[in-house]
Structures are given as structure tokens and as C-alpha cells.
């Protein structure tokens, strides 16, 4: 362990180094139920899901064993000085190309991402995939997660999921299966896990890849399925064109009313509205909601739903709410099979429940 190893008090100082979301949640955590309450950081920004679990966890699963099978190809063949020379070459190399690209943003403010690269060349992160990059497959697990583990713990935080959107189909049974694995190193099968499922976000330069909106779907149904599960409906804390939200206030906050809600049985209203079950008659589709019985607050138009027919092809849609319901129609789908909400990787936020928490996305298909 390093020579800073140990508890520190919350500060001014102190945190700056640390999860400003996990940060909020202590606080208010702390603040409620009158007691210090201490938190065990393991964060590395970028990472994959993959790099949280271990390596049997990945290859003996088929569904997500291609995370394991794809990094060995790369290393195939290379020793560990091969390995290592190559790593340390694209450190050199991207430190330079930091520090070019820092001063052209210092020059030129307004200037895009691809104008850089232009200039510059493609930006290689996170490097070549090999035994000294952080962001291998199972180092995470292996030299974060099995460090501080089996130290007595209430309950995981997690908040991940970007860096695997270019896998979002096989996202839930990778999550799951790292639950299931958290829970098995530390002896304890109903430990809670709590989950903030992803924010409104896209670059100004990409068209919308609609793959964040899998990655939601994958969380809110990991926690329909896994017991002992919470998630904190994050959709309004997205900033378009930056993928670090600036507001970690109401994340950190939402996360503790799934914290007091699931692990200390507080009665708070932790959730905004959530679609349940869905109902499709008279040309239209109406969708019943849990934790919508103080009804709806909309901010602006109702935006963000979409109806679709037996050929599968989505128009926007009007809707009605109330009394937990929401109806659905466009007059281009007379015979809608099809609904779904915020089905898009950065869109307008306009549906939320009364205690400020917006509605989760949603989509059902006959």
C-alpha cells in the first residue's frame, strides 16, 4: 500500500482529488442519518466494464467473451519488453500530442476536435491494448477491485457504461455478470449495487448512433431483474458536446435517495416516473408508469416519444399525461406497434415527476 494510504477527512483540499459524485453522496448521506459515513473511491475514467471483472468471468461467457479474445489477438505473439517498449513509446508520443493540442485549444477556443486531429494527427488513446495499459481487460478488478476487497462494505456506486457503447447489445449480461462477481468476492450475494444509468450526451461532430439508449435500457433492466439493485435517472445531467457533466450535485444527490431508499429503508421519493407496461388499442399506445402518483411535471413541450407500425419506422409522436399514464399516437401509424421514449443518445429533457427526477427512457414492441 502507498504511503498515503488511510481515511481522510472531506475537505476543500482533500476532495479535489476525489469523486466530486461520490463526494456528494457522502455529504448527504452523512447529513441524514447523523453519522460519518466513509467511502472506498475506485474510479479510472474511460474504462470499459470489462476492466472491472475477471478474466474467467469474461471468457467462459460467450456473450462477452469477445472482450478477452480481442485483447489477446493483440497481444499474440509480443513479449513483455516487446509490450512494454511499445506502450512506453505511445505515452511519449500522446504526451506530445497533449501538449501541442492544449496549446492550439489555448490559441483557438472555438476550434473543433477534427481540425486538431487535422493538424495533428489522430489522437491514439487510450494506446496500443497490452499487459501496461491500464485499460487491458481485468486490470481494474485485479488492481483496484481485489485491493480493497473483502473490506466491510454497505454497498457498491456504480456509474459506468460509455466506454462500452460500442457493445451496448451484450451490455446487460456484462453488467450482471459483474455484480454477480463483486458480490461473490465479497462473500455476500445481496449486497447492494447501485447504478446511475447515463445522461443525454453527444459530440457536436457525430450523428446519434442511438447505442447510449441501449446502454440505458441495459441498466434499467439490470435493475428490473437483479435483486438488491438501485438506479439513479440521470437523463437531465448530460451536456452536448462534453462528456464529463459539469453538475455532479444532483447525481451524487440522487444516488444517496437510492442509497436511504434500498440499504436504510427511508421512505424518500427516490425515483421519477418509469414505464411499466404498455397497452396498444384505438391507434394508439398507452403506457402506465410506477412512482408517477403525484403525477407529472413537464418543463416546456412534451417532447421525445415516438410511435412506430408494423414496418418499424418511428415518427414523432404526441402525448398525453396523466393519472400515471401516458398516451401515445401519431397520425402517420394508425396502427402503432411500436413506442418508445428519449430512444436517442442526446435529446431534449422535458418529462419529469413531481420530486424533480426526470422520467427513465423507455421502449416496447409488440
Not at 69 to 92: F, N, P, R
Not at 300 to 310: K, L, S, V, W
Amino acid at each position: 500500500m502507498g504511503a498515503n494510504s488511510g481515511w481522510s477527512r472531506a475537505g476543500s483540499e482533500s476532495s479535489k482529488a476525489w469523486s466530486a459524485v461520490g463526494f456528494h453522496f457522502g455529504m448527504k448521506l452523512a447529513k441524514e442519518l447523523g453519522v460519518t459515513v466513509g467511502l472506498i473511491g475506485c474510479n479510472w475514467g474511460g474504462t470499459s466494464a470489462s476492466c472491472w471483472v475477471d478474466r474467467e468471468t469474461l471468457a467462459n461467457d460467450k456473450q462477452i467473451s469477445s472482450y478477452i479474445e480481442e485483447y489477446d489477438a493483440k497481444i499474440a505473439g509480443k513479449s513483455l519488453d516487446e509490450q512494454k517498449a511499445e506502450y512506453d513509446a505511445y505515452v511519449k508520443a500522446n504526451d506530445e500530442w497533449n501538449e501541442k493540442s492544449a496549446q492550439l485549444m489555448k490559441e483557438e477556443p472555438d476550434i473543433q476536435w477534427s481540425e486538431i486531429e487535422k493538424r495533428l494527427g489522430k489522437n491514439q488513446w487510450p494506446g496500443p491494448l497490452n499487459e501496461f495499459n491500464p485499460f487491458r481487460p481485468t486490470n481494474m478488478f485485479e488492481n483496484m477491485v481485489m485491493r480493497v476487497c473483502p473490506y466491510t462494505i454497505q454497498g457498491f456506486l456504480y456509474y459506468q457504461g460509455e466506454s462500452d457503447d460500442h457493445k451496448p447489445d451484450s451490455y446487460y449480461r456484462l453488467l450482471t455478470s459483474l455484480i454477480g462477481k463483486w458480490r461473490s468476492v465479497w462473500g455476500d450475494d445481496t449486497l447492494p449495487f447501485i447504478m446511475v444509468q447515463l445522461p443525454m450526451f453527444k459530440y457536436a461532430a457525430d450523428p446519434d448512433y442511438k447505442h447510449w439508449c441501449k446502454i440505458r435500457d441495459a441498466q434499467m433492466k439490470t435493475w428490473r431483474t437483479v435483486r438488491n439493485t438501485g438506479i439513479a435517472v440521470i437523463l437531465d445531467c448530460g451536456e452536448f458536446n462534453e462528456i464529463h457533466p459539469k453538475d455532479k450535485l444532483p447525481v451524487g444527490e440522487r444516488l444517496c435517495l437510492q442509497a436511504e431508499k434500498l440499504v436504510y429503508g427511508i421512505n424518500v421519493s427516490a425515483f421519477g416516473p418509469i414505464a411499466d407496461r404498455c397497452i396498444f388499442k384505438k391507434g394508439r399506445a398507452e403506457v402506465s408508469f410506477l412512482y408517477a402518483d403525484d403525477g407529472f411535471r413537464v418543463k416546456g413541450d412534451i417532447t421525445g416519444f415516438e410511435i412506430a407500425g408494423e414496418d418499424g419506422i418511428f415518427y414523432p409522436a404526441e402525448a398525453s399525461l396523466g393519472g400515471r399514464k401516458a398516451l401515445i399516437h401519431s397520425e402517420k401509424v394508425p396502427q402503432p406497434k411500436a413506442v418508445r421514449y428519449q430512444w436517442v443518445n442526446y435529446g431534449e429533457v422535458t418529462v419529469f415527476g413531481k420530486n424533480g427526477i426526470p422520467a427513465a427512457p423507455f421502449c416496447f414492441t409488440i
